[in-house]
């Protein structure tokens, strides 16, 4: 595969389950990042990592846990979410932090009920 | 704090006719501006972008300008064609802060 893979590509989880989103990029890129996309909203920026430390927590709530085990791979544990954390939650990568081009993987349709 | 603004939210243009979407940012020391294009279900695609010391840029039928002056950079789409029918955002890489900031999006129908 090449680019920036997600999966699962649709997503429908209760209030109280658990379950994880997970991205790979195959650019041999150093930083990744996750955005949430919300209808008719600009997208936006969750949090950050750069070579597996994160660099930015933008006032995410606590139901959002990210982890970056390696450099190719992120992941986005998702707990007692709202109903209003429904939207595409998008993965991109980079190859240095926060400057440059972002590639974007084709996002996870999330549904909260 | 910084942000971007994207008119319009939406734009029809015939095929064959120009489309232009313009943005505007606030951090004058922003010194990078992509523009993505989304189509249905996919993610945003990396279509051109141009740096703070050009500008103008244009490849094929896409062109960008950049006016540094008056803080605004415009996307402009010649001989639009259906496949060109997507959702558009602009970006601006804000120093403060360090990050990209994103307009909230044109729906781009080209009516053939």
């Known amino acids: 595969e090449t680019g920036v893979t997600q999966t699962p590509r649709h997503l429908v989880m209760g209030m109280t389950n658990k379950k994880s989103l997970k991205c790979e990029q195959h650019l041999g890129h150093n930083a990744m990042y996750w955005y949430k996309q919300s209808a008719k909203k600009p997208l936006e920026l969750m949090f950050v990592?750069?070579?597996?430390?994160?660099?930015e927590n933008n006032s995410v709530p606590s139901r959002f846990s990210p982890e970056c085990p390696n450099s190719s791979h992120l992941f986005l544990h998702l707990h007692t979410l709202q109903p209003e954390d429904s939207a595409l939650y998008l993965c991109a990568s980079s190859q240095d932090a926060l400057a440059g081009e972002q590639y974007f993987g084709p996002g996870t349709r999330l549904t909260v009920t | 704090g910084e942000n971007v603004e994207q008119h319009p939210s939406t734009l029809s243009v015939q095929e064959g006719d120009s489309a232009v979407i313009k943005c505007t940012y606030s951090d004058s020391a922003s010194n990078y501006f992509p523009w993505y294009k989304q189509e249905l279900g996919k993610g945003p695609q990396l279509i051109i972008d141009i740096r703070s010391n050009v500008g103008e840029k244009k490849d094929q039928r896409i062109a960008v300008t950049l006016n540094k002056t008056a803080k605004h950079f415009s996307l402009h789409i010649t001989e639009t064609q259906p496949e060109d029918s997507a959702v558009y955002f602009c970006a601006a890489h804000m120093e403060y802060g360090n990050k990209l900031v994103f307009g909230a999006g044109t729906i781009l129908r080209v009516k053939s």
């Open positions: 990592y750069s070579l597996e430390e994160r660099v």
